[in-house]
DNA sequence: TACGTTGATCGAAACGTTTCGATAATTGTA
DNA sequence: TACAATTATCGAAACGTTTCGATCAACGTA
């Protein structure tokens, strides 16, 4: 059996209360007893049990992770790359992630996370689209949580976002300087506020250009931001209007789909049409050409997250508002000067 | 405050020792006790605390799932899947996954991972290449264990794999009725038990089919799976011997790679050379044309481990043996009669 | 009728820590 | 020199469960 706090003290001829001042580094031990305990635990290689620790001192010193089914399946290695950056991080602050999934039709009553039943966490990061309902119970239950890529509007809460506003206005300022003036716009789920922002990225960088704004060269689609979505969006457009000579596409996996359009109605890229995607996904780079895309680091992400989170657990603070990282464009091969230029 | 089994011994007019045992569901209840104290755990809307019910039962309720570092900057989407599958399963025999990476240079005085130290998972899940040292700290520990994708040779242990053998015939197989018979085989990690597997699975096929084997078609790289790494194997392949009509690669990176390069060669895929991977990773389905590939069924692996190990969790069994999980060819687009078919 | 069995419930101990109030020893202050 | 304040250590309670032996009632059996 592994030893225990008790043998330790043993050893070390102290009561075992006093062991515990010095596990937990505490004021007002003496530098002798100190080293005697520490040379104690040493050779019994005694650690403190997890679950003891646990009760005892009421943290479970674990995270909750919690993401939607959907987003695993279509979107995965985006939010997979944020709940590895929350586990990297996590370890530094001696932290457990535990990981969940939720559907996104939410309900308290039958859906609601084990280890919030079992108050097995001392807070929660929430990645993407968070249900209303989800929302809703956290508040109740008073724990701290912070949600990464999502948030909901005109209420309070705690959010790490990327600029993504600036990261369009970035792609769209190296499509002018190639000489493009006709630039499409692809996306999907246009309510989620990351792609929103995209969008109005796109349309301020328009603006700022002035250079005219035209249904015509936008197609939105009702559904998912997938590679398919982003094949069918740009058939659409084709069928619409064939005067583009570039597309920014709100993520890579659409910009991938417009590609694989593309090129299956005849057009090179990027001599034909330039493409500019969004994330920068590692499978940016198995396309032919690779994509131009802006690049966002998923895994600071989740790390700022929990950084927040660790912040809310010990201060008790509840706001600590909004946090922007920055992002970059990336360029590669999918993008070129226009025939003109 | 959340209610704990006394508020409901109290409302319920029992012993909180009572309620313990309706919790776990033990012999020796009336049905009316049962009844009552159902009712007070649902007004009181309690639930039982995990870190008290540990400490008390001795189980933690978790399981480690441990991995090196490089599985998941290189070959990410496949261990990925593998741990998702594992998070899947768990949740319905109520354990939580811990998950953790190890440097391959893993040394148990600074590398054991904290869940080890604190005595915080009843057992642990290793995927893909496992450190010796890891294996013999696991085994010294006496923690249940059991491997995916790998297994350290003449040692008793409790392994799940995928039958690579029988994929690489299957490929092969496709291959030849198709025409091919000048089939090449690139690779890397060769000692890998799943590599060398598929590997044998190419000779023992070509055996079968009583077609010669040439060193000049083979290219195995000292390093990684990887896409650049595929795209080497097939150049030194093409200074080599331009005499090839297919190519087997070890993995879908690297039939990536193989792809790449021979189009930047100026071969048309599948017209002049035809192409199979392995694995089935997603971005099996960006590349263009979409790759022909042995099928593995990631998230099963990972299913398959956590049933095993909770089997020997409860059971207290050592030895469960090797599982074999069967793999499937996916005809994409990336193979195609030779030319003289 | 008396007694061993069985079934239902209970009470207490145990799990391995943290935390807090008490106590003893030491130091500082007037 | 006497007393207050500080420092170091201790002991006990608390955290919220599981588990096991004890108790008691009801029942069947001889």
């Given amino acids: 059996m592994a030893a225990t706090i008790k043998d330790v003290a043993r050893k070390a001829g102290v009561a075992f209360s006093t062991v515990s001042l010095v596990l937990n580094d505490r004021a007002n031990v003496s530098p002798e007893t100190k080293e005697r305990v520490r040379r104690a635990i040493e050779e019994l290689n005694y650690r403190p049990k997890h679950s003891a620790r646990s009760l005892a001192s009421k943290q479970t010193g674990n995270i909750g992770f919690i993401l939607t089914d959907d987003h695993f399946s279509r979107a995965e290695p985006f939010y997979t790359k944020i709940f590895l950056g929350t586990e990297f991080e996590s370890r530094l602050y001696n932290y457990y992630i535990l990981l969940t999934t939720i559907p996104p039709s939410f309900k308290a009553a039958t859906d609601t996370p084990r280890f919030l039943r079992e108050h097995n966490v001392d807070g929660v990061i929430l990645a993407g689209h968070v249900p209303t309902a989800l929302s809703k119970l956290l508040d109740e239950l008073d724990i701290p949580h912070v949600y990464v890529d999502y948030s909901h509007q005109k209420k309070q809460s705690n959010v790490v976002m990327m600029d993504n506003l600036n990261g369009a206005k970035a792609a769209m300022k190296h499509l002018f300087q190639l ?103 590692d499978a940016g780079t198995l396309t032919m050409p690779q994509l131009t895309t802006v690049n966002i680091d998923k895994e600071e992400l989740g790390a700022i997250a929990v950084r927040r989170l660790i912040e809310m657990i010990n201060s008790k603070k509840q706001f600590l508002g909004t946090i922007y990282t920055p992002v970059d464009l990336i360029i590669r091969e999918s993008t070129s000067p226009t025939a003109s230029n």
């Fill in 179 to 281: 000489g493009h003036e006709k630039i499409a716009f692809i996306g999907a789920e246009i309510t989620h506020p990351s792609i929103s922002s995209r969008f109005e990225g796109y349309k301020v960088a328009l603006a700022d250009a002035s250079i005219a704004y035209s249904e015509q060269l936008i197609q939105i689609q009702k559904t998912f931001l997938s590679v398919e979505e982003g094949f069918n969006a740009t058939e659409i457009l084709l069928r619409k209007n064939r005067n583009f000579t570039a597309i920014l596409a709100a993520n890579d996996a659409m910009a991938t789909g417009a590609l694989q359009c593309l090129k299956k109605n005849g057009y090179k890229i990027p001599q034909d049409v330039s493409i500019v995607g969004f994330d920068n996904i």
